[in-house]
């Protein structure tokens, strides 16, 4: 069975989870067709057509961003042809809410010809953890064994999963068009020009030579992601925040801080 894992993952939480699922449908290793970066979307949409054509099983992973699938990962996907490929989607959340993204993602592959045998939403710390601390040093051992038993059960699940079926959580976030996000801070003094943020922006807009933006303009194009504030190792970049984001966030966050959520599956009836 020859497996491959299509994931979108600025903090690594999704890919994490959907290399355990990947585990639990083959004993052998997957291929990684990672959009997290340009490079890698580039790959993809040079053959949109063609690119899980050898593949028996695809595991689709995203993250949850305000309940939605984020726009760079779902306008990538939307170009990907199945071509009756089995396919996992997988929804990686951080504890508050997985919105409207599961299903999307379902119906994105659904329509675009995978025949969708099951879907998950799973739990990842979520990206704001450093200001409010929220699934800390999740997926842990036991969603990872979760995400392994429920690779083992798509593998050999029969049928096509009711699309409709899937879990919608609507509310304030999912239901708006827009994704609220913090933007990290840049110290010019603090940084090292050591090119690691730059090299983990899914949007290219950090310039690999100095560590600053491009320009403003594209400055704007920043999705909040955190990823080039987990790989600063000076603090050069910081998610640190003012008293109204904090306030702000604290509301928001201060429910999936104190209750865990535990991973949800879905398989044909
Ligand atoms: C802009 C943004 C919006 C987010 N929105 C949500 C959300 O609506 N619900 C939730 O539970 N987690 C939310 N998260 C947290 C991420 O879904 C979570 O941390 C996920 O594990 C990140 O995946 P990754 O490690 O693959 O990047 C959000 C994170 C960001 C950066």
Not at 10 to 20: A, H, M, S
Not at 63 to 80: N, Q
Not at 212 to 224: D, F, H, M, N
Not at 234 to 243: C, F, G, L, S
């Amino acid at each position: 069975m020859k497996v491959a894992v299509m994931c979108f993952s600025p903090t690594g939480t999704t890919r994490r989870v959907c290399l355990e699922i990947a585990k639990g449908i083959s004993d052998s290793d997957p291929t990684v067709l990672d959009l997290t970066l340009p490079d890698g979307r580039t790959l993809l949409i040079g053959d949109p057509e063609q690119i899980v054509a050898t593949y028996d099983h695809v595991v689709v992973g995203v993250p949850v961003y305000g309940g939605k699938i984020p726009p760079l990962a779902r306008d990538t996907l939307s170009l990907v042809k199945g071509h009756g490929r089995r396919a996992t989607a997988v929804a990686v959340y951080g504890n508050r809410d997985f919105g409207v993204a599961l299903r999307r993602l379902c119906e994105i592959l659904d329509s675009n010809g995978f025949q969708v045998v099951s879907a998950g939403a799973f739990i990842g710390e979520h990206s704001y953890s450093a200001v409010v601390p929220v699934a800390m040093s999740r997926p842990d051992a036991a969603d990872l064994d979760t995400a392994q038993r429920f690779g083992a059960q798509s593998a050999t699940a029969s049928g096509v999963l009711a699309v409709d079926n899937v879990e919608e959580q609507l509310d304030m976030f999912s239901k708006s068009p827009k994704i609220a996000s913090l933007k990290p801070r840049y110290s010019a003094t603090a940084c090292t020009e050591c090119g690691s943020c730059g090299k983990v922006c899914p949007t290219a807009i950090i310039a690999l030579s100095n560590g600053a933006y491009v320009s403003a303009e594209l400055t704007a194009r920043c999705i909040g992601c955190m990823a080039c504030v987990r790989a600063c190792p000076n603090d050069a970049r910081t998610n640190k925040v003012n008293p109204m984001e904090r306030f702000m966030l604290g509301m928001v966050l201060k429910k999936p801080s104190k209750a865990r959520s535990e991973p949800k599956v879905f398989m044909p009836a």
